[in-house]
């Protein structure tokens, strides 16, 4: 089927050219490969197509008809073709995006607002969670992720940085004297499931040695927004994004603890699917995330 589609393909461009020579050239492949075409698509047929004189080809009734069947279906494929490059390519279609929804609440969906009034052709999909969804089964374009992601081989672009803190409620610290730093290594911890080791920590020091930390979660959630209401509630210990807990901290809901010690900052990353090229609707997005979000 693709050799005689190929055929005619070459047939029409003969024909379109008025020659041998020219259809070559446009389909780049040599004369002699041209004419090879014509001839295996003749005797498949079992007709004449062309009448082949010195002022160049004429068609035949037969090569007339082939022509007029087949001349329209080739424009219609190249005319969809183009315009999946199109769409490929410009700013229109949906952009399907999934995001925690704490930070999407915060920072993505006020951006993706003001990135659709840019773009006023493109749709959104928006999808909020916090598991790391299949990309492919999900058909989402991208993902907004916190943390250090656990699969390292998912594509992925840094888009800013954020500082966490350990904290927890006063009531609980009433109850739990944390005389050293040492010390949270024995007290209920309150983890989140999403990141690859949630109770284990470097805390570090401007002048002491940094101090690693391993505990073990008592509670578990994959919530961020969760993992704060528990925390207040007197659970346990946390880390949580400093973004997320500036208005507790300042009403005294919760504490930070060791203020003196800081934690590795924490990635903002955005994955999307692997594939040999992004759609530019993607990388556009993803361009304008990185100038937007400042933590």
């Known amino acids: 089927m693709n050799n005689q589609l190929n055929r005619i393909q070459t047939f029409i461009a003969v024909v379109d ?10 389909l780049l492949i040599s004369k002699a490969m041209t004419s090879i075409h014509v001839k295996r ?31 329209e279906i080739f424009i219609n494929i190249q005319s969809s073709l183009d315009n999946v490059a199109e769409q490929y390519l410009s700013l229109s279609g949906t952009l399907r995006i999934t995001s925690t929804i704490e930070f ?11 990135f659709c009034k840019i773009h006023p052709q493109l749709n959104i999909s928006y999808n909020a969670g916090s598991v790391l969804n299949d990309l492919i089964s999900d058909r989402l374009d991208l993902a907004i992720r ?50 690859q080791t949630p109770t284990h920590w470097e805390l570090s020091h401007l002048t ?11 509670f578990n959630t994959n919530s961020s927004t969760s993992i704060k209401t528990m925390a207040i509630a007197g ?9 997320m807990i500036e208005t507790e901290l300042k009403s005294g809901n919760l504490v930070r ?7 590795p900052k924490q990635p903002v990353t ?20 990185v100038e937007k979000i400042k933590l």
């Open 146 to 195: 916190l943390g250090v992601l656990r699969d390292s081989s998912l594509k992925s672009r840094k888009i800013a940085d954020y500082k966490i803190y350990l904290v927890a409620s006063p009531d609980w610290l009433e109850k739990n004297k944390l005389e050293s730093v040492n010390d949270l290594r024995g007290v209920d911890w309150i983890a989140n499931s999403n990141l």
């Open 104 to 114: 999407g609440d915060r920072f993505l969906l006020p951006l993706i607002g003001e």
């Open 17 to 26: 050219c008025g020659s041998f020579t020219r259809a070559a050239e446009r």
């Open 235 to 243: 659970f346990g210990v946390t880390v949580l994004p400093e973004w």
């Open 270 to 289: 955005i994955v999307f699917p692997n594939g040999h090229k992004i759609q530019r609707k993607c990388r556009v997005f993803i361009d304008y995330l």
């Open 41 to 71: 698509l003749e005797e498949s047929l079992n007709i004449p197509l062309l009448i082949r004189n010195s002022r160049g080809v004429a068609l035949t009734e037969a090569g007339q008809l082939l022509y007029n069947e087949f001349s």
């Open 208 to 218: 002491l040695p940094s101090i690693d930390i391993r505990a073990k979660a008592r």
């Open 257 to 263: 603890l060791f203020p003196e010690y800081s934690l």
